[in-house]
Structure formats: structure tokens, C-alpha cells
């Protein structure tokens, strides 16, 4: 098995990225941490694939919502080349748990997986 310190920490960095705004506005950005089957069950109950959540952050442009702040975010390697994270994120007053799994390609560490769970104090 890999170092679990740093396949945790090279994923926390690449979960991070795809919270900056420049980031989730930019499809080349987005599209590079991304694994080709990526899939995501969102907050709003919506089933996205990859394609469908490049065109809609893209769409959304980096004004459209507030920072997005994450907290308590924990990793786990649970095989070689599989990490899972989880976490809390708020934005716009609006806040979720989240979890999403890595898989190491020969590309580097892409989001596999994502589900958010909208949640209130």
C-alpha cells in the first residue's frame, strides 16, 4: 500500500481545488480532476455524470455563489489507489456533509465519486 498520509494529502489538495471558484468555472480545471466515469448524487437530489457537471459549473460562472468554505474534512485510504473523503461544506448560508472517493489513474488522483447531503444546525 501506498504512503495513506500522502495519498490523503494529494487528494485533500485536489478536493480543495475544485472549491475555488477559478476552478469550477474553468471545464479544463474541472475536466482534469475528474475521472471519466465520475458521477455525483447532489445536494438537490440531482444524478450528475461527468459531461453534466462540467457544463453546469461552467455555466454558473465564478459569481454565481458564494465562497464555498469546507470543514472537518477526514481521508482514509481504504485500498491502494482509493481514497474516500469526507467533510462539511457551507455556501450561501446553505450547508452539506460531503463524501467523495479518489481513484489514482496513470493520470493522478481523479474524483470518482461525489454525494452531498444538504443538513441544518
Not at 476552478?23 to 440531482?46: D, I, K, M, Y
Not at 485510504?77 to 456533509?97: I, K, N
Amino acid at each position: 500500500m501506498s504512503d495513506p498520509g500522502t495519498a490523503v494529502e494529494a487528494v485533500v489538495e485536489r478536493e480543495l481545488r475544485l472549491l475555488e471558484p477559478e476552478v469550477r468555472a474553468s471545464p479544463e480545471l474541472v475536466g482534469a480532476l475528474l475521472h471519466p466515469e465520475f458521477h455525483e448524487f447532489g445536494a438537490s437530489g440531482r444524478h450528475w455524470d461527468r459531461a453534466s457537471i462540467i457544463a453546469a459549473l461552467a455555466g454558473a460562472g465564478e459569481e454565481a455563489a458564494g465562497p464555498i468554505v469546507a470543514s472537518g474534512m477526514k481521508g482514509v485510504e481504504l485500498a491502494p489507489g482509493l481514497v474516500h473523503l469526507v467533510f462539511d461544506t457551507e455556501s450561501d448560508g446553505r450547508r452539506a456533509h460531503r463524501s467523495s472517493l479518489w481513484r489514482l489513474t496513470p493520470s493522478g488522483w481523479l474524483l470518482y465519486f461525489h454525494q452531498a447531503t444538504p443538513f441544518a444546525e
